[in-house]
């Protein structure tokens, strides 16, 4: 999750319409996998939703966690279709 902290660089922001949104024309769907055992869970999902939205980018559909702890089945086979 490191590499979604910076920003893009403005070497391939600086030719764009608003370079303060690089994303705006790109539309994104979050799935994360994780078990609630664990403090942080689905965090990573989380996190990159907020980035890719602050970057203009526009959701699809809600960020969606799926939970090893109670089977993921039930969370995955409606996301996917």
Same mark, same amino acid.
């Not at 920003?7 to 705006?24: D, G, I, K, M, W």
């Not at 664990?38 to 966690?65: H, P």
């Given at each position: 999750?490191?590499?979604? %902290? !910076?920003?893009?660089?403005?070497?391939?922001?600086?030719?764009?319409? +608003?370079?303060?949104?690089? /994303?705006?024309?790109?539309?994104?769907?979050?799935?994360?996998?994780?078990?609630? +055992?664990?403090?942080?869970?689905?965090?990573?999902?989380?996190?990159?939703? %907020? %980035?890719? +939205? !602050?970057?203009?980018?526009?959701?699809?559909? %809600?960020?969606?966690?799926?939970?090893?702890?109670?089977? /993921?089945?039930?969370?995955?086979?409606?996301? /996917?279709?």
């Amino acid at each position: 999750v490191r590499y979604i %902290k !910076k920003p893009p660089p403005a070497t391939l922001t600086s030719s764009l319409p +608003n370079p303060s949104s690089p /994303l705006e024309h790109v539309a994104y769907a979050v799935l994360g996998l994780g078990d609630t +055992n664990y403090d942080q869970f689905c965090e990573s999902a989380v996190l990159i939703d %907020k %980035k890719l +939205n !602050k970057w203009g980018a526009q959701r699809s559909m %809600k960020v969606t966690c799926a939970d090893e702890g109670t089977g /993921l089945e039930q969370t995955v086979e409606p996301w /996917l279709e």
